[in-house]
């Protein structure tokens, strides 16, 4: 075998071993952009989750608030009712 022709055989194998390097490289950038995206779309979910979590501790502030409200108002109805009671008696 002449000299030429084992580098052109190297050549080949070069190509060959480059295309392949060329297209796990191709496949390397499309799994990292679907990372990205995954990653993103992970990242909005837990910002909405957070939000919809903020929303629910203030519902949950709200509801205490209201009842602490109703537990007075009620106290002032039963007092009213008390005295109506003792005007009527």
Do not use: F, P
Request: aromatic share 2%.
């Amino acid at each position: 075998m002449s000299a030429l022709q084992r580098l052109q055989e190297k050549i080949t194998q070069l190509k060959t071993g480059y295309d392949a390097i060329k297209a796990e490289n191709t496949e390397l950038k499309n799994q990292l952009t679907n990372l990205s995206s995954s990653q993103s779309e992970q990242e909005m979910l837990i910002n909405n989750l957070r939000e919809e979590a903020q929303k629910a501790q203030t519902l949950e502030q709200t509801v205490a608030e209201l009842r602490r409200e109703l537990e007075e108002k009620d106290t002032e109805i039963e007092k009213i009712i008390a005295q109506v009671e003792s005007l009527l008696s």
